[in-house]
């Protein structure tokens, strides 16, 4: 089956992939878009599996307060510049409030929590982002306090990210 240049702009504004890897995947699935989209997924994967050895040292830290849960967490990349992009700081704090509400142990069972607003877990959603954006992606670690009142405060654009937890009593 053939596509067209609009089948490929189409494809690219559902998945956010380049151009020239939507025409690969429409190529490889002759055509038909739903299983291009499968395609791009398992190429993702592959990616974010080669990516997953580079170094990431780079991100931002956030903090915030969901329906009373302080959190704060560090996500890198490997690039400043990503860290500025608005996909990776949506995805940042989409890892904020799934640490908020699901109350995981650590990284790794808030890598399986779901992404807010999606059907993913995070680990999925990170690995779309990875295809997407071009660069390894990792949540490192996060801090979270049901407890108490919470203020959040990041600095300098996210260099650095800190909950003050606050216990009052007698008042």
Known sequence: MAFTAK???TL???????????????????????????????????????????VASEGVAYADVFDGVGVVVEVNSETDFVAKNELFMGFVKGVAEAAA??????????????????????????????????ENITARRFARYADGRSVPYVHAGGKSGVIVNLEVSGV
Not at 29 to 43: M, N, P, S
């Open 101 to 134: 509400k699901n109350a995981p142990s650590d990284i790794d069972a808030l890598m399986a929590c779901e992404f807010p607003g999606s059907d993913k877990s995070i680990a999925e959603q990170q690995q779309e982002l990875i295809l997407v954006i071009g």
């Open 7 to 9: 089948d490929v702009q």
């Open 12 to 54: 690219r504004e559902m998945t956010g992939v380049g151009m020239m890897d939507c025409k690969k995947a429409l190529t490889e699935t002759d055509g038909d878009i739903e299983k291009a989209v499968v395609y791009l997924r398992e190429q993702g994967l592959a990616a974010a599996q080669k990516k997953a050895g580079r």
